[in-house]
């Protein structure tokens, strides 16, 4: 039995993957079912599911691992591997993996023969919580993140928790800043319940427990606003600056993974949130002292804020030329379409600055 998380965009959380990915694949007209996995979830993560009665070890394509390989090239595989395997519109794609299995094939899905349907089985926290959810498909290209793609939804998101055992702390951490993330732009309820977890040490059904909660909150803001017009912009919360610094990262040769981009992020939009809404200076200094101690700090110069708003300023969410954030007011009340001067941008790279002793 898989308990269903949401209805509308069904999303179950699986206590047996074997047989729960059978039981939901039977639920889909089909004629041919694909898997796309990259190479790490084929090693740990597709053993836990195959063999699946109805899909072929033939029909299974692994693709490069990582984020510099969310691209045209890879894409252009997966269409390929598509065509030249006998997929038509009736055909069902199964994305393993982290984000970028996920956003790289819900594109792939969603184009090949104009659509085909796609189901997520993500592997990785930060996937569960947010990659995999909300339907936002893509690659990233000429050096920006997700530069291309389209909102499709997802026909089903399948959680299994048991997934973490294949992933290292690093991986376990980053995903924790979208769950952080949520519980700031949604309530002090759920930020309370965050503040007394600790990642590094945690105990297995309590995570579950905040992981569903946290899929909850961000299906809150997807279902009320699909395509991001207005509500879903929330979840850009650490965005603005957070891409700027992963994309910055990407270039220097030094990646970060996403989760810690968007920590470092969400202090700068903390700080910003600070002198644009008025969120509580106190508030500022002990939230982002608790993002430093769970995520480090990304060293940056001040020889680096050109390139980095230079980034910001390319970022997909700005409208009009102007730097777009979401801010809190307080801790679960937020707003969107909020501008801020370069002055203003730079005295958040200030403060940032200030919390990292040695940059
Ligand atoms: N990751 C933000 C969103 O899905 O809207």
Sequence with gaps: MIPLLSKEANIYISEDLKEDIGKLISTFPKDKIFVLTDEGSHK????????????????????????????????????????????????????????????????????????????????????????????????????????????????????????????????????????????????????????????????????????ANSIMIKNHFVQNDPTEQFLRKALNFGHTFGHAFESFAMHEGKPVLHGYAVAYGMICELYLSHLRLGFKMADVIEISNMLKRIFGIMPITSDDYEELLRLMTHDKKNEDNRINFTLLEDIGEMQVNINASESEVIAAFEFYRDLCENC
């Design 44 to 211: 740990h993560c597709l053993p836990k599911i195959f063999p699946v009665a109805g899909i072929s070890e033939d029909n299974v394509l692994v693709i490069p691992q990582g984020d510099k390989n969310k691209n045209i090239e890879t894409l252009q595989k997966v269409w390929h591997f598509l065509s030249h395997s006998g997929a038509d519109r009736k055909s069902l794609l199964i994305n393993l993996g982290g984000g970028m299995p996920c956003d790289l094939g819900g594109f792939a899905a969603s184009t090949f023969k104009r659509g085909i349907q796609f189901i997520n089985v993500p592997t990785t926290l930060l996937a569960q919580v947010d990659a995999s959810i909300g339907g936002k498909t893509g690659v990233n290209f000429e050096g920006f993140k997700n530069e291309i793609g389209v909102f499709n939804q997802a026909s089903a998101v399948l959680i299994d928790t048991s997934f973490f055992d294949t992933l290292d702390t690093p991986n376990i951490v980053s995903g924790y800043a979208e769950m952080i993330k949520h519980a700031l732009i949604y309530s002090k309820e759920a930020w309370d319940k965050l503040t007394d977890f600790d990642i590094y040490s945690f105990e297995k059904e309590e995570l579950k427990s905040l992981v």
